[in-house]
């Protein structure tokens, strides 16, 4: 009785706190209504799918053979989004934006079981003001904001996510701006250090910092956006928080809710048999990033894209890691990582549809552990060229494990046919995506992986899938969009990847026969209202 009564005081409790910040809120705009136009926009994501992503079926371990993944093939969930405007003018307004969920209907934590009493689950996505200096053309957006750096062709293979950041954006004519930004993904996370020689100090040296220029040039069928970004990390950034060098193996990455920066940002992979990174001398290691994306749509119904991109990440110590998990053969690896990558679309709009051809290469491993990796490094991409394995489509699903999966197609080559927006009834469209994968990393580093099943470790959660040479991937898409009314679309998305990577290749792991692949599928419906 007792219990029973506790839940409904701190139901009650729960109840005043929401009506009281709804009073504060609508009191607050009756008191700006004479100076200040809200806006208000969202979307409502409700979805239901059935599909295993997972590209391994089976592992065999101490405790013998096993299921890799045991979660539900089928799912069910929704996510909604609010984004409020407050606008005093052309010239000044802030926005805020919050995100409900993702709730999958029937999980506690989430707020989808009984009594839908989630917690964490209201969340600020954006909060920003965007202003104007009086009397010049120089706007400036500050606050948590998304920041994508300029791309075209499969979307940005470096950063694409929401972040702490000052944008500056000055407009020379209708033709040429120029675009100047700071952010800040990393600070005041590390905890600091006991030892026998050391004193705890936290939060020290534990910030990245990022700066980027672009020069945004568009003319009449033909635009081209140099951009650069220079970057800052402290040495203590990546340390302290679900770090790989923290001895915990519990903790996965240091991770966030985009990008996972201990293994995009060093020559350190998800599967590597490494152990703790030495201490540097370095307060601060330098990152670079540069890119040309180029657009002609001038010949009209021709679409052409070009996307360049070049990355670099100044080592921050070595790490040991065992070849074939030999304590005997210890190799010293360098954290410092650098690569590049090119992207292209090609497309030829017709009264039905748009039919395409896309691909990509991207610098891989080249064996050696001892000078870095060579994968581009990335802060929090969004490849979307595809959309099982990338980020296209939606990019949202009833499954975590089927969306937003921070691809950058680093260590990967790739091409791809496609027919987008085909329509042959009203309100109805389709498009349909075929893509290769194929791998640029040399075959001799899976004999540095702690298990036969390393090239799946990152596959959903950060560059996208290890592949060597002698491996490769075959993809299909298809999705399907019902506009059911102006703000509802029904989405019916298939997606279908076959597994060819290479057993022999993987065999050279320190686990031999420890695995048996499978192919990954899934089939979504989604309902999304907009307004």
């Not at 969306?403 to 389709?430: A, C, N, P």
Request: hydrophobic content about 40%; some cysteine.
């Amino acid at each position: 009785m007792e219990s029973k009564e506790r839940k409904t005081l701190v139901r009650l409790k729960k109840q005043c706190m929401v009506a009281l910040l709804a009073a504060g809120m609508l009191l607050g705009a009756a008191h700006g209504a004479k100076a200040i136009d809200f806006k208000v926009a969202g979307e409502w994501l409700v979805g239901f799918g059935v599909g295993d992503s997972s590209l391994v079926d089976k592992v065999r371990d101490d405790s013998g053979k096993h299921k890799d993944d045991t979660d539900d093939l089928f799912a069910a969930g929704q996510r909604v989004r609010l984004q409020l405007d407050a606008v005093a003018s052309e010239s000044l307004s802030g926005t805020v934006f919050f995100e409900i969920g993702d709730q999958t209907w029937g999980k506690a934590d989430d707020g989808g079981a009984l009594g839908a009493d989630g917690n964490s689950i209201i969340k600020v996505k954006n909060a920003y003001i965007d202003w104007a200096v009086p009397q010049t053309d120089l706007k400036l957006r500050m606050g948590l904001q998304a920041v994508a750096m300029p791309n075209v062709a499969g979307g940005s293979a470096v950063m694409d996510g929401d972040v702490a950041a000052v944008v500056a954006n000055y407009q020379f004519n209708e033709n040429v701006s120029l675009t100047a930004l700071w952010m800040r993904p990393v600070n005041d996370n590390y905890e600091g250090r006991f030892s026998t020689d050391e004193v705890r100090q936290a939060h020290y040296l534990d910030n990245i910092d990022l700066f980027a220029l672009s020069l945004p040039m568009n003319f009449d069928g033909f635009s081209i956006t140099p951009w650069v970004m220079y970057g800052m990390q402290g040495k203590n950034a990546l340390d302290g928080y679900h770090s790989p060098w923290n001895n915990n193996p519990d903790e996965a990455g240091w991770g966030t809710a985009d990008g996972a920066l201990n293994y995009t940002l060093n020559g350190l992979y998800p599967g590597f048999a490494a152990e703790g990174l030495s201490k540097t001398g370095k307060a601060y290691g330098s990152m670079l990033w540069a890119g040309l994306p180029i657009a002609i749509t001038a010949l009209d119904p021709w679409n052409f894209e070009l996307d360049l991109n070049y990355g670099y990440v100044e080592a921050m110590g070595r790490f040991d890691v065992l070849k074939r998990l030999n304590p005997n053969d210890v190799r010293r690896g360098s954290s410092e990582r650098q690569g590049w990558l090119a992207k292209a679309l090609v497309e030829y709009k017709m009264d039905w549809g748009t039919p395409g051809l896309f691909g990509w290469y991207g610098s891989g491993d080249d064996g050696n552990v001892k000078n870095g990796s060579e994968r581009m490094p990335s802060v929090a991409a969004s490849g979307n060229f595809t959309s099982f394995m990338g980020d296209g489509n939606l990019a949202w699903g009833p499954n975590g494990d089927w969306y937003d999966r921070d691809l950058s197609y680093t260590g990967t080559w790739g091409i791809g046919l496609q027919v987008k927006d085909m329509s042959f009834l009203e309100d109805l469209t389709h498009t349909f995506r075929v893509a290769y994968w194929g791998g640029t990393n040399a075959p001799s580093m899976v004999k540095y992986m702690d298990s036969a099943t390393a090239w799946s470790d990152s596959y959903g959660t950060n560059d996208g899938p290890y592949m060597t040479t002698n491996d490769g991937l075959l993809e299909f898409n298809l999705v399907n969009a019902w506009q059911i009314y102006e703000n509802l679309q029904a989405n019916l998305e298939l997606g279908y990847i076959v597994n060819m990577m290479d057993d022999d290749t993987w065999k050279k792991s320190w686990m031999a026969d420890s695995y048996q692949k499978q192919d990954a599928w899934k089939a979504q419906l989604v309902f999304a209202y907009s307004f």
